[in-house]
């Protein structure tokens, strides 16, 4: 049996993985979720979230499980990245789900360039630009597309301001600590958010134990649940 800590991406809070803790706890394994600072039920202003209180907030879960967990992120990997740099040994294995995993000394904020002009211009910011959501129809066409109409509406109806500060921090990792940890990659051939070419493009750069491939879009948490449970469950039967 395994353990896992799976860590929502921009937009989402722990709530996107229930259909995911359901088919993993089925499978004898333990799954737990949780919400990032300034997401889901989480009350801290959006202004005040940092990357590194990203990483605590996992590093604190983390902590209370008992043994290592496997840490899954979606998209927006810094976090877990930063985990396993602090505390190498408190982690069990890492994987990147649709994985946005910015160069070493680089930023999330770094990598949008690289992202589809047309998603982009469904961005919604506050007046000070310090937070931004996407508009529902974008949120449809491109981070939903593929999905079970249902769930992505109530993904829509929950969707929140995402803080813009994390994503201006640079990845700080070393390959003596962030690089001793197993690490996997599940990605995403349909998505439209964190383009298929870039995702290949960080499979290159960083080593990863194993790629899976789904031929999904963004959210195959919702689009193909239990595919992904399998992969998990994959990682979970290497690392013992």
Known sequence: MATFLLVHGSFLGGWCWTGMVERLER???RAVTLDLPSHGSDTTPPEL???DGYR????HIAATLGRPPIL???????????????????VAAL????????PRGSSLL???????PAYLAHAVWTPDRRSVRISPDGAREFLYAGCPEDLAEQAIAKMGWEPIGPYETPLQVSEARFGSVPRYFVETTKDRVVPPTLQKKIQA????DRVFSLPTGHAPFFEAPDQLASCLESVAAERG
């Open 56 to 59: 605590d907030a996992i590093a």
């Open 95 to 102: 994987v990147f789900v649709a994985g946005l995993l910015p």
């Open 205 to 208: 750069r960083e080593r990863f």
């Open 72 to 90: 899954v992120e979606h998209s927006m990997g810094s976090a877990i990245a930063s985990v396993a740099e602090a505390a190498p040994e408190s």
């Open 110 to 116: 770094d990598t949008l360039p690289e992202f589809d």
């Open 27 to 29: 499978a004898g394994h």
């Open 49 to 51: 979230a940092t990357m």
